[in-house]
């Protein structure tokens, strides 16, 4: 499986970005897994920004972002999009998908339930 990210950039705080992330690769379909945003700024751990579950049923944010982003998917279209609003200079990051075989509950944040990753994309928020 192989996971492409885009949609990132520069916005001024209080602005939007919606993040794209699609999946490919022969045989994979995409409903066989969990997918999950991560960010990470340099010097800090990669931390777990939100997750759905394969068809949707369970969703997690982290709580920094609750009520500001929202995340979604289209198994169809192999795309998962992370919409990301009222942004502050705290969200800048890179953003990472990841992709889980399993949804881990309430661990849902740790990187090692991920098998596939993005190269990510760049958000920058300014002030």
């Known amino acids: 499986l192989q996971l492409v990210e885009s949609g990132g950039g520069l916005v001024q705080a209080g602005g939007s970005l919606r993040l794209s992330c699609e999946a490919s690769g022969e045989g994979e379909m995409l409903a066989y897994y969990t997918i999950a945003w991560f960010r990470q700024v340099p010097g800090k751990e990669r931390e777990g920004v939100s997750c759905?579950?394969?068809?949707?049923?369970?969703?997690n944010y982290v709580d920094s972002v609750k009520g500001r982003f929202t995340i979604s998917r289209d198994n169809a279209k192999k795309m998962v999009w992370l919409q990301m609003d009222s942004l502050k200079p705290d969200d800048s990051g890179v953003y990472y998908c990841?992709?889980?075989?399993?949804?881990?509950?309430?661990?849902?944040?740790?990187?090692?339930?991920?098998?596939?990753w993005g190269q990510g994309t760049r958000v920058t928020v300014s002030s």
């Open positions: 990841a992709a889980s075989p399993v949804h881990a509950g309430s661990t849902w944040d740790v990187r090692q339930w991920y098998d596939f």
């Open positions: 759905i579950s394969s068809y949707g049923d369970r969703i």
